[in-house]
């Protein structure tokens, strides 16, 4: 469980000891959604856990009266969560995948800090050396008619799907930011992460992207 960070500048003296001074605290975090849906009748997909990868994950704030800024540290960490209970089936109505426990309906966006995303460039950079920004759902495809798993090639299991950020998206601190990704048209890219380093080509999952629309 995430815990969200809110800060405050108030001065005072003695003159304020009845009345007290006015504190206006602000979100000083950018939260971060994943959703997903589909429109695909040929397949069945089902979502186990999410992730953000190489997002910063360290840094100073400065907090002043009249400037909050953070300073940011070169390491990057990814923020994943799998669902210890139960998996999420795909529908055509968009739904979070941002849960601790999908049974209970635990619910937990991420909650990162204010930055610049540089995004993974599937085209340039397979293996992504450059340790580029993407989101990864871990999926399993099956065909809606015979109930023949399509993704990944190993009965039972699922595989990481991953899709490039916006490249240069500015995450903003107290802004919510809605990934609404549609596997309706393909599946995005097979994680670089699980790929055979040799191998310097990409990947993709049911021949195509994964499309996605982000709100703010």
């Not at 739904?95 to 340039?124: G, K």
Request: charge should be negative; avoid cysteine.
């Amino acid at each position: 469980q995430q815990v969200d960070l809110m800060t405050a500048v108030g001065y005072g003296n003695k003159d304020n000891e009845a009345t007290g001074v006015d504190l206006n605290f602000n979100h000083r975090l950018a939260r971060i959604q994943v959703l997903a849906y589909e429109n695909n009748a040929e397949y069945n997909y089902s979502v186990a856990g999410v992730r953000l990868v190489n997002f910063a994950s360290k840094g100073t704030l400065n907090i002043t009266a009249n400037t909050n800024e953070w300073t940011l540290e070169d390491e990057k960490t990814t923020y994943s969560m799998e669902y210890a209970d139960n998996v999420i089936n795909i529908y055509s109505s968009s739904q979070t995948l941002m849960y601790n426990s999908y049974s209970e309906r635990d619910y937990n966006d991420a909650l990162v800090l204010p930055q610049t995303l540089t995004a993974w460039n599937p085209e340039t950079d397979p293996n992504n050396d450059a340790e580029g920004a993407y989101i990864a759902i871990k999926l399993q495809i099956k065909a809606a008619a015979s109930g023949t798993q399509i993704f990944p090639a190993a009965a039972g299991e699922y595989g990481w799907a991953a899709v490039p950020v916006p490249d240069g998206l500015v995450l903003t601190a107290g802004n919510i930011y809605a990934f609404s990704l549609n596997l309706t048209t393909g599946a995005g890219y097979i994680d670089p992460e699980d790929k055979d380093p040799e191998d310097d080509t990409t990947e993709t999952i049911l021949g195509d992207d994964i499309m996605f629309t982000l709100k703010v």
